[in-house]
C-alpha cells in the first residue's frame, strides 16, 4: 500500500467519524450551552485540517505552478488552524469549572498567545522558510524551526492537564476520566509524528480524542427527552442559568409554560400509549411554533418550556398565538381521538432586574396555573 493511500484511507476514516459526531450533535441540538459550541468549532476545524492535510499530502511533489501556490496557501492555512483545535480544547476543559460569563479576559488572552505567534509564523514561512518550504520541484520540507507548531501544542496541552490535576476534585469523574483519556491519543501521535516524518496517525488520533469526549458526553450529560427528543429539564436548567448570567443580551427573552390541558383523562380514557402520543405530537407542535434557535423542553410529565429571543413584547404575543393556531390547525387536520390544548403562562426577562434564573421559571409557572385557574372557572 502506497504512502498516499495509507493517508487517504486514514484522514477519510476519521473524516466519517467527525460527520457522524457533528450530524449526532446537530439532530440533538446540543450547541446552545457555551462549551457545545465550543466542541462543535473543535469538529469543524479539525474537519478543515484532515481536508487540508489529505490535499498538501497528495500534491506533494506534483509539479506546477497552480500546485505550488494551491500547496502554499494550504500549508500555511493548515499550520495556523493546528493550535485553534486545542485552543478551544483548552477552553472547552475550561468550561468544566467555570462558564463563559466567568472567564477572565487575562485567561483567554493568554491562551490566545500561542495561537497568534504561531499564526505570525506561519505566515512568514511563506517566504522565510522558518516552519516549512517547497523546493523546486515542488516537495514539502520541514523548516529549520518546524518544532514550534508542536511547541504550541504542548503548551495547550500542559494546560489541560494542570488544569484537570488542580481542579479534579471539583469534576465527577464522569467528566474528568474522558477528558484525561481523550488527551493520551494526540500526545502519543504528535511524539510518534514528530520523530517519524510522514507517520499518518495525528488526525486519526485526534478523531478517536473527540469520539472519547463525545461518548463521555452522551454518557454523563444527556440532555434530551427520551420520548420527545426536546431538551431536558437539565439542559433547561444549564440554558437558563447562563442566559441570565449574560449581561449583554439586547433583546427581550421570553419564557413559555405550558401544560397539556386533560393529560390525565387522555391516560385513562385511552391508555398511556395513547397518552405518549399526546405528548409526542405537543412536541411536533412546539417545534413547528418555534425557530430552532430556541430553546424547547419538556419539563416534566405533561410541562413544557419555551426560552426565545424576540426584539419586543408584540413579538412574543405573535409567537404565543402563532403557537395557539398551530395547534388549531393540528387538531382539525390529525383528528386524533383527543384535542391538543394548553394552558399557558408567559412573560418576559428583565436583564436589568437581577431576578434570578429560578424565580423567572417560577413566575411564569404562577402565571400559567392562573391561567389554568380562570379558564377551569
Known amino acids: 500500500m502506497s504512502n498516499n493511500t495509507a493517508y487517504l484511507i486514514i484522514n477519510t476514516f476519521a473524516l466519517v467519524i467527525l460527520i457522524m459526531i457533528y450530524s449526532n450533535m446537530s439532530v440533538l441540538q446540543e450547541k ?162 514528530i520523530a517519524f516524518y510522514g507517520l499518518p496517525i495525528i488526525w486519526g488520533s485526534l478523531a478517536i480524542s473527540v469520539q472519547i469526549v463525545f461518548m463521555g458526553m452522551q454518557n454523563g450529560q444527556l440532555y434530551s427527552d427520551y420520548l420527545t427528543g426536546l431538551y431536558n429539564r437539565r439542559q433547561f436548567d444549564n440554558y437558563l442559568d447562563e442566559r441570565v448570567k449574560d449581561r449583554k443580551k439586547v433583546k427581550l427573552m421570553a419564557g413559555i409554560m405550558l401544560d397539556l390541558d386533560s393529560f390525565k383523562d387522555i391516560n385513562d380514557k385511552y391508555g398511556h400509549v395513547t397518552g405518549d402520543s399526546a405528548l409526542v405530537d405537543t412536541a411536533q407542535i412546539l417545534r413547528t411554533s418555534f425557530r430552532k434557535t430556541d430553546v424547547i423542553c419538556r419539563y416534566g410529565g405533561d410541562e413544557f418550556v419555551v426560552i426565545f429571543d424576540r426584539a419586543t413584547r408584540e413579538e412574543v404575543d405573535a409567537a404565543v398565538n402563532r403557537l395557539i393556531e398551530n395547534t388549531n390547525k393540528f387538531n382539525e387536520k390529525e383528528k386524533r381521538p383527543y384535542k391538543i390544548s394548553f394552558s399557558a403562562g408567559y412573560d418576559t426577562y428583565d436583564y436589568e432586574s437581577g431576578l434570578s434564573a429560578q424565580l423567572f421559571v417560577k413566575r411564569i409557572d404562577a402565571r400559567m396555573y392562573e391561567n389554568k385557574k380562570r379558564i377551569r372557572s
Open 32 to 193: 446552545l450551552l457555551f462549551r457545545q459550541r465550543l466542541f462543535m468549532g473543535m469538529l469543524e476545524i479539525l474537519g478543515l485540517e484532515i481536508i487540508l492535510d489529505t490535499v498538501i499530502w497528495i500534491l506533494d511533489g506534483v509539479p506546477g505552478t497552480a500546485v505550488r501556490h494551491t500547496n502554499m496557501a494550504a500549508t500555511v492555512i493548515y499550520i495556523i488552524c493546528g493550535p485553534v483545535i486545542f485552543f478551544l480544547f483548552s477552553l472547552y476543559i475550561t468550561t468544566q469549572i467555570r462558564d463563559k460569563n466567568q472567564f477572565a479576559k487575562s485567561l483567554v488572552i493568554l491562551l490566545s498567545i500561542p495561537t497568534i505567534v504561531n499564526a505570525v509564523v506561519a505566515l512568514l514561512s511563506i517566504r522565510g522558510g522558518y516552519y516549512f518550504y517547497y523546493d523546486q520541484a515542488n516537495v514539502y520540507h520541514r523548516g529549520p524551526f518546524f518544532l514550534g507548531m508542536a511547541a504550541s501544542w504542548i503548551i495547550y496541552m500542559l494546560y489541560c492537564v494542570v488544569f484537570l490535576v488542580y481542579n479534579h476534585k471539583k469534576l465527577e469523574r464522569r467528566i474528568l476520566i474522558p477528558l484525561f483519556c481523550a488527551m493520551i491519543p494526540p500526545i502519543a501521535a504528535g511524539i510518534l509524528q
